[in-house]
């Protein structure tokens, strides 16, 4: 299993959900998160469902565990992350890339 590398690039969505908190309310660990996203050099947006993250597989994925290890260290016992993560080989193509296609064939109608 190894010698088999990961892909090159890739785009992830992710929204982190602390369990078992004080408050339903999730600012302060979202805050947190974002300190250290603005920090690992990676291109990043947040949305209010989570963060769109882009940039090598191995460097996307170790910032999402440092995430939760930041969370864990803050107390909180349990995480459950959601992930969604996109790839491809023909092409180079960024978030903002796919968010801009899809407004050039709205504004087409």
């Given at each position: ?18 369990i ?16 250290l ?17 882009e ?10 565990g440092?995430?939760?290890?930041i ?28 968010v ?10």
């Open positions: 299993m190894s010698s088999i590398p990961t892909p090159a690039h890739c785009v992830a969505d992710f929204c982190l959900v602390p078992g908190t004080s408050s339903p309310s999730v600012a302060n660990e979202v805050a947190d998160i974002q300190r996203i603005e920090t690992c050099g990676l291109k990043y947006s947040m949305h209010s469902a989570g963060t769109t993250v940039g090598s597989w191995d460097q996307v994925h170790q910032v999402i440092q995430a939760h290890t969370l864990h260290q803050k107390g909180i016992v349990r995480i459950h992350t959601d992930i969604r993560v996109g790839s491809r080989t023909d092409k180079v193509q960024s978030f903002e890339d796919k801009t296609k899809v407004h050039k064939i709205l504004g087409k109608d």
